[in-house]
């Protein structure tokens, strides 16, 4: 089947390409996060996406222009839903993109991570594909969850320290400061 993955990220493509690869579909890679704040951090993904592309040999749309205000659009006064207006924004975003170019189907490496709402995801992935006309490809991808890091560290890929959105960026450092305290406790 040919199907197009939405892309979070370069360390969470590798075991997915390869797994969806090696179970005989035809891939191709798409990355598109207007979540992702700053514009920095999007660079240094984007970055980090097309050094895997590379390195796999994989086929790639090319990535939208950064566009941050679809994403605050999507959830400014929803921040408490903000997790599924997300999914919904870039999970709909591909499924055009993959109509466009005749895809049978798309799915998102997104559902390799254990930080991420399977239930929501899967939600949105087939509304989006109905919206469009294209299958969403839904598996649970977590076991493969242990690879990334393996993966990465063997190619010096950049790793993120939150999930994208300046919230994210937010809650992880407040939960670092916590951390730091709670050792300074110890101590
Ligand atoms: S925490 Fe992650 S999934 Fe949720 S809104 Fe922020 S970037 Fe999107």
Redesign the pocket.
């Known amino acids: 089947m040919r199907i197009l993955i939405h892309t979070c990220c370069g360390p969470c493509l590798l075991p997915v390409a390869e797994k969806l690869a090696a179970d005989g579909h035809e891939i191709t890679a798409y990355f598109y996060n207007p979540?992702i704040h700053p514009r920095s951090e999007h660079e240094r993904r984007l970055e980090a996406f097309r050094a895997v592309v590379e390195q796999a040999g994989l086929r790639t749309l090319p990535a939208p222009e950064y566009e941050p205000r679809a994403f605050f659009r999507a959830?400014t006064f929803r921040e408490s839903e903000?997790?599924r207006l997300?999914?919904r924004l870039r999970l709909f975003e591909t499924a055009l993109a993959g109509r466009d170019d005749g895809f049978e189907a798309f799915t998102t490496t997104l559902l390799v991570s254990p930080h991420?709402d399977q239930e929501r995801l899967r939600e949105a992935g087939e509304a989006a594909g109905r919206a469009a006309g294209v299958g969403f490809h839904c598996e649970d991808l977590r076991p493969l969850f242990p690879r990334i890091r393996e993966m990465a560290e063997s190619l010096d890929l950049y790793r993120q320290k939150y999930?994208?959105?300046l919230?994210?960026e937010i809650e992880a450092e407040e939960g670092r400061r916590r951390k730091r305290k709670g050792r300074r406790r110890g101590t």
């Open positions: 979540n959830i903000r997790c997300c999914y991420q999930c994208g959105c919230y994210s």
